[in-house]
């Protein structure tokens, strides 16, 4: 277990390394030791596998595929260098998000081959190639072309059951995502065949032993919950499926913001805060 009473295992996303972050990686990780922390799991994106799955603020920048592939190599070097200077403060664990589109699942097993991270977080941004969390814009225009939210929830947790499936990743990030734009996701979460689908998930990850991120990025924009909703977090609980919070960062500032509260709410629930060493679970 890693000896640290305050933990993220889901972000580190920083600006030298992300288009839609700020800080340096460096500025992260002195953030997180100025804040207590012990031990921190570091999972910045993993480049796409196409061109056209770059989101627009790198087309933006100019940014290739090549470009990408160059950065995310620098940020294990780098990150491994952090690791070493800073061992006496502080333990990191080595990691990167996936992303569920065409080809995902053998991008991923080639960067964990290139790259030997000690875990990966499991993520799911797309509906049919398409990103829904980017904007209201595009969560609105790909729940029309499903023909409604009910039918776009359906398909983000039948894409996550899929990836969970296929990649096994320690962390299975961000769960309830796809409410994301939803002010009604409370009552949408309860609906027979968005709950069936969510329970079967949940039973899936109870069964391969991985662990949830309680994500604290909502609380950043002022949401009322994490990821995970209420109702979520109840039924992991009922299952015994560890969760583990994340901050989901994206600067020094949000580097271990919420965890405190995250870790006393897990306490008060009965979860333990006894939290498991990352590896890389994702079959060959």
Request: charged letters at 25%; a negative charge; one cysteine or more.
């Amino acid at each position: 277990m890693i000896d640290s009473k305050l933990i993220s295992l889901h972000g580190g996303h920083c600006g030298q390394f992300c288009c839609h972050a700020q800080d340096s990686l460096e500025d992260l990780v002195k953030a997180y030791i100025s804040k207590g922390f012990k031990a921190v799991g570091i999972s910045e994106h993993m480049p796409p596998p196409a061109h056209r799955f770059l989101y627009p603020d790198e087309l933006m920048q100019g940014l290739s595929l090549k470009d990408l592939e160059e950065r995310f190599s620098k940020y294990f070097l780098e990150l491994e260098r952090l690791k070493q200077k800073y061992k006496s403060d502080i333990r990191i664990f080595k990691g990167f998000e996936t992303e569920t589109v065409t080809g995902s699942p053998a991008r991923v097993r080639s960067l964990i081959k290139e790259f030997r991270p000690d875990y990966i977080v499991g993520s799911v941004h797309h509906i049919g190639d398409r990103c829904f969390d980017y904007s209201r814009q595009d969560y609105e225009a790909i729940a029309e072309h499903l023909n409604g939210l009910d039918n776009m929830y359906m398909a983000y947790f039948d894409a996550q059951y899929e990836m969970i499936l296929d990649l096994h990743p320690f962390v299975v990030g961000h769960f309830d995502l796809i409410r994301i734009y939803d002010p009604d996701f409370e009552t949408r979460l309860g609906k027979p065949e968005i709950a069936r689908r969510i329970e079967r998930n949940l039973a899936v990850i109870k069964n391969l032993g991985l662990i949830l991120d309680y994500n604290q990025r909502p609380l950043v924009r002022g949401e009322k919950a994490p990821y995970l909703a209420p109702s979520i977090l109840a039924r992991a609980k009922a299952l015994e499926i560890p969760v583990v919070p994340g901050d989901d960062s994206h600067s020094k500032e949000q580097a271990g913001r919420f965890i405190d509260s995250a870790v006393k709410s897990l306490r008060d629930l009965g979860f333990s805060t006894s939290w498991p060493i990352p590896r890389c679970m994702t079959p060959a």
